[in-house]
């Protein structure tokens, strides 16, 4: 009798799917791993004792598997070039540290109290500013930090660049999300300089709006005939957005070479175009401009007599044009007022700040700038006159006529609204940066002795950092009797914040005396004095950490 056939047992390891079954699509395995197996029956056999999790992850699994191996090795692609090598040195051991400490670190983390800590957000551009001046390099390793950081803070940007450097540039190229360092602003070190005269006009023709931008702007620094004679290569072509700024970096290093183009501009299509070439214009004294706006601004504005009984003998009659012309329009003269202004007094304003201001001198008999801002005007054109000073001064950047529109910031009696009376224009912030750096930061500490910080944050802004010593001693003295006074600590943080930053380090021996919590005077803020108190530790330990940020960077640097 034939003997019958044994079945043949086959050996599977447990949990694992019999190998003749059909493999589960892979998205129908996802859609079960998504949803869990307690809402989809697994699409795979489940063994006796085996839980229905098991055995999908088993199946995914050998369907990884499965799917790896159909994959066939990509083509190795193009490797990049190496990176340029940069011959600066490296910065010293400790001011890396520093970095890598400026770079990590988040910021505050709360819009509340800000406790003694310094902020080292805020540290952050003193410390690259710096470095930049000494002329190191950013360390290799920290290059992707210091990007990341110019690209979530555009201030950072150009010294954040420039300490980065060639090597910064090349590992740009290759992250999309750090493609702005290749737009020019991360200053000359981006751009093409005078010994590749071909890559400059490469990249004026073919580059981005932003890049031709920043490389007029650096030609113009280099060599002022140079930057114009790139933009007339492509001034007809233009676009009248582009043609603006375009002019507006003809302001960087203004020659009197550029007065036949500047002169041209005056008939451009476009209006924004022709004022800015017209302001342009009367920047330079000595233009054609500038002495047909004389020509009709010092008719407008006479030697009169006084009114009796003031005690005077000549005070300043005007008389603002009677109409817009033809000429006054070909030179930028808008025939248009701002609401709320007349005419006349609109068009007498720009007549006025575009004349050149050593000639007031001569039409008035050779009075200095002082005698003649002192002259009373007669009806209600004192303020419109001395605006229109005031803007011509800032545009033709005079010292003389500053000092005397600003007048003696000592006097108790030139309060802030004398000195900007109600419906002026007048920005002091601006006259003040036309004097020298020494004199602005004294004319500001003597304002600030007398009339205390309430109108004095722009000022500051505007003052040399580190700030002189009579300067900080006059912003420390007042927050000093503002504390004294029992007034609201936040009202001054502002200033505080610009104390960390801007007074010298040397400063903070002199203010440990005022960091102790004092008692708080009658009617003060509660709980004032601890906020002072915070706010003088906090300043004291900013001092000190930048003292330690200066010290790092002037160490030598490794071998």
């Known amino acids: 009798m034939p003997s019958t056939p044994t079945p043949q047992t086959t050996s599977t390891t447990p949990g694992a799917p019999t190998p003749s079954a059909a493999p589960a699509p892979w998205p129908a395995l996802v859609g079960a791993a998504l949803l869990g197996t307690g809402r989809r029956t697994p699409p795979v056999a489940v ?19 499965r799917r790896r191996a159909a994959l066939r090795p990509a083509p190795a692609g193009e490797r990049p070039a190496p990176a340029p090598a940069d011959p600066r040195p490296p910065l010293p051991p400790a001011a890396r540290r520093r970095l890598a400490l400026l770079l990590a670190d988040r910021g505050p983390g709360s819009t509340g109290r800000r406790g003694t800590d310094p902020d080292l957000t805020e540290l952050l551009p003193q410390w690259l500013a710096a470095a930049g001046e000494q002329g190191y390099r950013a360390p290799e390793a920290l290059l992707p930090a210091l990007l990341d950081a110019a690209r979530s803070r555009t201030d950072l940007r150009p010294a954040a660049l420039a300490l980065a450097g060639p ?32 890559g400059v006009r490469r990249r004026w023709e073919e580059g981005l709006f932003a890049e031709r931008v920043a490389l007029l702007t650096a030609v113009r620094r280099r060599d002022p005939q140079a930057g114009l004679e790139l933009l007339t290569t492509t001034w007809a072509t233009e676009r009248a957005e582009d043609r603006l700024l375009f002019v507006d970096c003809l302001g960087e290093a203004l020659a009197p070479t550029d007065e036949p183009f500047l002169e041209q501009a005056l008939s451009d299509r476009s209006r924004t175009v ?47 044009p009677r109409a817009c012309d033809a000429g006054m329009q070909r030179d930028g003269v808008a025939t248009k007022p701002p609401s709320g202004r007349g005419e006349r007094a609109w068009w007498l304003a720009q007549l006025v700040e575009a004349t050149p201001l050593d000639r007031w001198s001569e039409r008035f008999d050779g009075r200095t700038p002082a005698e003649i801002v002192a002259l009373p ?58 004097l020298p750096p020494d004199e602005r930061a004294l004319w500001v500490a003597e304002f600030i002795a007398v009339h205390g910080l309430a109108d004095a944050f722009r000022m500051l802004g505007v003052c040399a950092v580190p700030w002189s010593a009579p300067l900080g001693r006059a912003v420390v003295d007042a927050l000093d009797i503002a504390r004294d006074a029992g007034s609201y600590p936040w009202s ?43 706010a003088f530790l906090r300043l004291v330990g900013t001092l000190r950490l930048r003292a330690a940020m200066h010290a790092e960077l002037r160490a030598p640097t490794p071998s």
């Open 47 to 65: 063994r006796a004792g085996q839980s229905p999790v098991a055995a999908l992850l088993a199946a995914a699994a050998l369907s990884t598997v």
């Open 167 to 198: 090597r910064g540039l090349w590992l740009a190229r290759l992250n999309d999300s750090w493609r702005f360092a290749l737009r020019g602003v991360g200053g000359p070190s981006a751009l093409p300089g005078d010994d590749d005269p071909e």
């Open 274 to 320: 022709r004022s800015t070439a017209a302001e342009l214009l009367s920047a330079l004294p000595g233009s054609a401009f500038a002495a047909r706006m004389a020509g009709r601004g010092l008719v407008c504005v006479r030697l009169a007599p006084a009114a009796e009984g003031t005690g005077r003998h000549d005070a300043l009659a005007v008389d603002p």
């Open 377 to 434: 005007v007669a009806g209600d054109w004192r303020t419109e006159l001395h605006d229109a000073w005031c803007r011509a001064t800032v545009r033709q950047r005079h010292p003389q006529w500053a000092r005397a529109l600003l007048g003696a910031p000592g006097d108790p009696v030139l309060a802030a609204p004398e000195r900007a009376p109600a419906g002026s224009a007048r920005d002091l912030t601006k006259l003040l940066t036309v």
């Open 492 to 534: 001054f943080s502002g200033v505080m914040g610009l104390a960390e930053r801007c007074l010298d380090p040397a400063e903070a021996g002199r203010l440990d005396m005022l960091t102790a919590v004092t008692d708080e005077p009658e009617g003060a803020s509660p709980g004032s004095s601890g906020y002072w108190s915070e």
